[in-house]
């Protein structure tokens, strides 16, 4: 009774380990370590039916490698007349580069990333300046020169009367404090004459400034598409 037992404790056991075995898929594991396992599993099978041959265990591993390795380990064509030794060994080798270049990818886009945000983050920073009538290197508007530009058809950054722009569509860059002069009604008079002046000689359409002028990078947007 006891021996009957044993024997089907036994059986069952082998049972369960074949299965395993048969069961068993690399998944995230480090390929060399999942086939080491594999063998040690089939070593307690030895001698009974259940345990797999070589050629048998190595169809094994190959059937229930992770996918990133199938293409390299087919390309590879491993298979013909090497040992189970040396096909793990080679197998393990595939694994070692393909983990190296994981992270050789991943520290590239690690690296594209922390540059995409820079550039992002230096294009918000002088965009926000480029747009801002009041930045330091210009005092702000007076009371009076804002009435002024509203009057005159001003804009409000390059602060130019008599322009087919506004603030937020200004292309002209940002004036140096050094330079710049308090606008008077005599400015306004002055850049009315001249606009008249350009009007009579050429068709207005040829003085319109270029929407296309001192616009920021947006080559770091674009980037960052690409890769997230
Ligand atoms: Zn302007």
Redesign the pocket.
Known sequence: MTALKDMWLEMHWNTKLHRKVLGSQQGNCAFYEWALELQNQNTLLYGNTAHLSDIQLCNQLEANICDKLTVPVLRAKLTNNISLKKWIEEVKHLDDKHLKDLASHRKITEELYRTSKHAMSSTKTSSSKTYNPSSSCLGTLTEAERTLLMKHR???????FY?L???K????GTLEASSYKTLTEADAIMAKLKTKTIAAIRPVGAVMPSPFQNRPPYVALSLDRAFF
């Open positions: 001003g804009c409000f950054k390059c602060r130019k322009v722009h506004q603030l569509d200004c292309t002209n």
